[in-house]
């Protein structure tokens, strides 16, 4: 069956890097694009970006252009996300979501949490 | 920024019949913002529903659909199940990312 399993929880300091990576199996990984969500404790869903997983092509929200790098290795059918200069208020729930028909996202990952905290 | 507004939360007999609106502060919803919904339940991964305004997928329950119901996007939940207690979400591809709404609270009492 379709499936992503994302990588375990990270606990960053202010100011770090994270890269969270996410693993697709039971479906063609190239044919798919992949999305990055994250919810912030008591705040709504919010998108990050997506990726064509054969690495051609990528959109990423504004407010995250300039620190959010996605890429792909297809070999393995893994996803990941990378955030950089990490402030509080990225401490969340990632989610990677397969873009599904019509613009949905069909399937998700597991979550991935990211806590920044000095 | 479009911001998608949902009831926060209603509350329905088991049976009965419950409609979750999704409103946009961009004007009205069409088609061509493809409309989505999910539900998550605590502890669980987001479960997608609806796509496109009015499609399934092959596992979602026969009891949810979704429409445009005056000019919001809209998902109704027909014979609700005790097990259909959950946050549900609306998602729209708008501006040329996705936005989500804030979820609605579904209480099966």
């Known amino acids: 069956q379709v499936q992503l399993v994302q990588s375990g929880a990270e606990i960053k300091n202010p100011g770090a890097s994270v890269k969270v990576s996410c693993k697709a199996s039971?479906?063609?990984?190239?044919?798919?694009?992949m999305h990055w969500v994250r919810r912030a404790p008591g705040q709504e869903f919010e998108w990050l970006g997506v990726?064509?997983?054969?690495?051609?092509?990528?959109n990423y929200a504004q407010k995250f252009q300039g620190r959010l790098t996605m890429s792909t290795d297809t070999s393995t059918s893994t996803v990941y996300m990378a955030l950089t200069s990490l402030r509080s208020d990225d401490t969340a729930v990632y989610y990677c979501?397969?873009?599904?028909?019509?613009?949905?996202?069909?399937?998700w990952g597991q979550g991935t949490t990211v806590s920044v905290s000095s | 920024q479009t911001v998608l507004t949902q009831e926060p939360s209603l509350t329905v007999s088991p049976g009965g019949t419950v409609t979750l609106t999704c409103a946009s502060s961009?004007?009205?919803?069409?088609?061509?913002?493809?409309p989505s919904w999910f539900q998550q339940k605590p502890g669980q991964t987001p479960r997608a529903l609806i796509y496109?305004?009015?499609e399934k997928h092959s596992w979602t329950p026969a009891r949810f659909s979704g429409s445009l119901l005056g000019g919001k996007a809209a998902l109704t939940l027909s014979g609700v199940q005790p097990e259909d207690e959950a946050e549900y979400y609306c998602?729209?591809?708008?501006?040329?990312?996705?936005?989500f709404g804030g979820g609605t609270k579904v209480n099966v009492l």
């Open positions: 979501a397969r873009g599904g028909p019509s613009k949905s996202m069909d399937v």
């Open positions: 039971g479906y063609s990984f190239a044919t798919f694009y």
């Open positions: 990726i064509n997983p054969t690495g051609g092509s990528r």
């Open positions: 961009s004007g009205a919803v069409t088609t061509v913002d493809y």
């Open positions: 496109s305004t009015t």
């Open positions: 998602l729209l591809h708008s501006g040329g990312g996705w936005v």
